[in-house]
């Protein structure tokens, strides 16, 4: 009988020892990559920043002994560099426009809505237990907070920014609000009047300007923000409410202002870089760095970003109108929609300067202890109106677990 001849047995075949050494050569390149990259980038031309911007890069961590002794150091030292190299940007941008493309794309943080719609998924499905389990805190806190306002004699008034997918569920849930997140809004609202917080339902206000004019979007599809429309429409909303309280009586006569120049730029929002797909930052005629889609499929979540200037309008005085007027009767307290048209929308609505202490953040608590100490400072002019700008799934997050006003 004939043996058998192993597999491992035969000889190659120049093709097999072709495709071998071919595969052996692309994963050592690949694994050599990042280095050999990175040493001629920096090393041998002596660039400062990396070939490519991106929003998830991270600085060189300093070099700390105890960092390097428990391995900290290494690891966000390897993350730096990972995020720093254009060959990982490239493949990682490359498998998630893939996987996006046969409608399998993936994201921890990024729920991928119908429609070219994006949304966080952090808004999408919110941690309602651990809401629900907060409640008493919450009453604390505004209560704290309500007391330090009126103790430097001034007014606390509560502005909650409904979330995206409130405002646009068909796009988020395929239908209405999801029956978990539905009665979250309404439960705040509840909460604040029982604290004898002046508030503003602006997700049923909003929904009623969506229905009056619904050929225009009031948040931007690939990112987490209003557009301007959407934050002049809360602006509104808010006077409407201020108007009518007693408040209204304590500040001085409103004066008349206008819209004065727009910038506009083309680019990409927060939700879009956060899929990992062909993105990068490249700076504006400012010198901002800008989100701009570098592949076709970022193309098509292209955006016309637009960002107002508020001016005096005619017979009106000099105005101080850059957020900073130490003698301004109004202070927001705010979040990144108070630099997306917000406070620009806020002035215009209530015809007078504001001043604003502002954090990125959807808890917006790290600015609230900032106002609250700087309204404790003696000799600094008090305002007599606080707004306090908190984004609705802020309410989910860590620093509401105990904010300790």
Known sequence: MTSLVQDHERPQTPA??????????????LVGSVPLVHVAWHGVLGHQQPPVVLRSQIPAPPVQ????????????????????????????????????RMGLGQSATVHIGKHGWLFLKADVAPAVQQFQAWADVRTRTFAAVRDQVRAAGAELCVMVVPDKSRIYPEAAFGGEVGPAKAPIYGRLQQELGAAGILSVDLAQGLRAVRAAAPGEDLYYHGDTHWRAPGALAAAQLLATVLGNAPIAQRLSPRHAMQLGARST?????????????????????????????????????????????????????????????????????????????????????????????????????????????????PGRPRPKLVIWEIVERGFFEEPWRDPKF
């Not at 428990?70 to 560099?81: H, P, V, Y």
């Not at 993105?279 to 970003?305: I, K, M, N, W």
């Open 265 to 377: 730029y083309l680019g990409v929002g927060d939700l879009v870089t956060a899929l990992g797909i062909g993105t990068a930052e490249f700076p504006d005629a400012t010198g901002q760095r800008r989100s701009r889609a570098v592949s076709l499929l970022a193309q098509t979540y292209t955006e016309a970003l637009d960002f107002y200037a508020v001016v005096p309008g005619p017979g009106a005085p000099a105005l101080r109108l850059d957020g900073e007027d130490p003698d301004a009767e109004i202070l927001l307290v705010g979040t990144s929609y108070s630099d997306v048209n917000g406070l620009k929308a806020l002035m215009l609505a209530l015809g007078r300067p504001i001043r604003m202490v502002q954090e990125n953040g959807a808890a917006s608590i790290t600015p609230m202890r900032r106002a609250l100490a700087e309204l404790r400072e």
């Open 16 to 29: 097999q020892w072709a495709v071998r050494w071919h595969g052996l050569v692309a994963a050592a390149l």
């Open 65 to 100: 002994w105890g960092a390097m002794a428990d391995g900290s150091w290494m690891l966000t030292k390897e993350r730096q560099l990972r995020e720093d190299s254009p060959i990982v940007w490239q493949l990682r941008s490359a498998w998630n426009e893939c996987l996006l």
